[in-house]
């Protein structure tokens, strides 16, 4: 049984360690393909349909106008330890009925929680660059009001339902300046490489741990097994 055990243990703490390994390397292709994105030239947004898989952590640029009464307030976001919000907005793309989701950036919360901050909508056609991005998953604790102008968390279908509008299946952070007094600081994503390294570590001391016992153990139960052997017999020569 100690035997079966300490197999048992080396296979599944292994495998483990292999498997965060493999988690590793797929961040690392993920952080290359966003590096390459962000380098590579912009995608121009139309009113063609976009795959969010083809276009995420990419350059997109857009042209049109932005759809102010349709903005949605991102709750509970903090920068620099004052609390805000960040500004999701449509932009409808010249000359056509669809549009994309553009997170124009950060504006302090005011006094009273009850009196939104007013924001700043430059009137007529803009060009907006910036990376697309996907929302991601979320836990939520209570229902979002889908009908009001503040929510905990953004998905694209909770979007368009809510607004009645078609927009394209991702969100663009905005990195290019206009004049309306928002903050754009968008840290660069932190893919978590190191954290699957650590953790493999972890499992692969732990392999190694259970092969030093089992050994350790093993040596000295064989040693004290051959001793009494070793002994000669009361009175013998």
Same mark, same amino acid.
């Given at each position: 049984?100690?035997?079966?055990? *300490?197999?048992?243990?080396?296979?599944?703490? *292994?495998?483990?360690?292999? #498997?965060?390994?493999? +988690?590793?390397?797929? /961040?690392? =292709? &993920?952080?290359? *393909?966003?590096? =390459?994105?962000?380098?590579?030239?912009?995608?121009?947004?139309?009113?063609?349909?976009? $795959?969010?898989?083809?276009?995420?952590?990419?350059?997109?640029?857009?042209?049109?106008?932005?759809?102010?009464?349709? =903005?949605?307030?991102?709750?509970? /976001?903090?920068?620099?330890?004052?609390?805000?919000?960040?500004?999701?907005?449509?932009?409808?793309?010249?000359?056509?009925?669809?549009?994309? &989701?553009?997170? +124009?950036? #950060?504006?302090?919360?005011?006094?009273?929680?009850?009196?939104?901050? $007013?924001?700043?909508?430059?009137?007529?056609?803009? +060009?907006?660059?910036?990376?697309?991005?996907?929302?991601? !998953? @979320?836990?939520?604790?209570?229902?979002?009001?889908?009908?009001?102008?503040?929510?905990?968390?953004?998905?694209?279908?909770?979007?368009?339902?809510?607004?009645?509008?078609?927009?394209?299946?991702?969100?663009?952070? $905005?990195?290019?300046?206009?004049?309306?007094?928002?903050? !754009?600081?968008? /840290?660069?994503?932190?893919?978590?490489?190191? /954290?699957?390294?650590?953790?493999?570590?972890?499992?692969?001391?732990?392999?190694?741990?259970?092969?030093?016992?089992?050994?350790? @153990?093993?040596? +000295?139960?064989?040693?004290?097994?051959?001793?009494? =052997?070793?002994?000669?017999?009361?009175?013998?020569?």
């Amino acid at each position: 049984m100690p035997t079966v055990a *300490a197999l048992l243990g080396v296979v599944l703490t *292994a495998s483990a360690g292999a #498997w965060q390994l493999d +988690r590793a390397r797929q /961040k690392e =292709a &993920l952080q290359a *393909a966003y590096d =390459a994105g962000t380098a590579g030239a912009a995608i121009a947004i139309s009113a063609t349909p976009l $795959q969010a898989q083809a276009v995420r952590l990419r350059r997109v640029e857009a042209e049109g106008e932005f759809v102010a009464d349709k =903005a949605v307030l991102l709750d509970n /976001k903090v920068h620099q330890g004052v609390a805000g919000y960040e500004v999701v907005m449509p932009l409808r793309l010249a000359g056509t009925q669809m549009h994309v &989701l553009v997170n +124009r950036g #950060w504006i302090a919360a005011g006094a009273h929680r009850s009196v939104l901050p $007013q924001v700043r909508t430059p009137a007529g056609r803009v +060009r907006v660059d910036g990376v697309a991005v996907v929302p991601g !998953r @979320f836990l939520e604790l209570g229902k979002t009001d889908e009908s009001g102008d503040v929510w905990q968390n953004l998905t694209i279908e909770r979007y368009q339902v809510s607004r009645k509008l078609a927009v394209q299946p991702f969100v663009v952070e $905005q990195h290019g300046g206009l004049d309306d007094g928002l903050v !754009r600081s968008w /840290k660069r994503p932190d893919f978590g490489i190191s /954290k699957h390294y650590g953790y493999a570590v972890q499992w692969f001391l732990f392999c190694g741990l259970i092969v030093f016992l089992y050994g350790f @153990f093993h040596a +000295r139960n064989t040693r004290s097994q051959k001793d009494p =052997a070793d002994t000669p017999a009361a009175g013998g020569h």
